[in-house]
């Protein structure tokens, strides 16, 4: 017998063996994109499709968002998704769907063992 429940994992449920299942957490999602992009518009409408809660920049008016994404990709084209830290540059059904599924990585100062500044996650 499988000692996990079928179905999606909910917070209060339990498995047959006692345990909890933790409730699913949800994506961390920026999108940097501007008014007049169209597919920043199909990104975002793509998100919010799926029901996916995300933080929205517009990089035509706030300079400092703007220079955070190029720091963070090295590219200036947009829409821009970081989805639980990893970076998306352009409008992908396929890499956003893949970035929603995965947890987020590891902070490199954490995997290090080190305390290091670090500028990808502002």
Do not use: H, W
Request: aromatic share 6%; charged share 25%.
């Amino acid at each position: 017998m499988d000692s996990t429940e079928t179905g999606t994992a909910a917070a209060g449920k339990i498995r047959v063996d006692g345990s909890k299942i933790a409730a699913k957490k949800e994506p961390e999602v920026l999108v940097y994109s501007s008014p007049d992009c169209p597919y920043c518009t199909q990104a975002k409408a793509y998100l919010a499709g799926k029901g996916v809660k995300f933080t929205e920049y517009d990089v035509s008016k706030d300079r400092e968002r703007a220079q955070e994404m190029v720091m963070k990709t090295g590219q200036g084209g947009i829409p821009v998704l970081q989805i639980n830290g990893r970076m998306i540059v352009g409008f992908d059904r396929q890499q956003i769907d893949v970035a929603l599924t995965r947890a987020p990585p590891p902070r490199r100062d954490m995997a290090l063992g080190n305390i290091i500044y670090d500028p990808f996650n502002i």
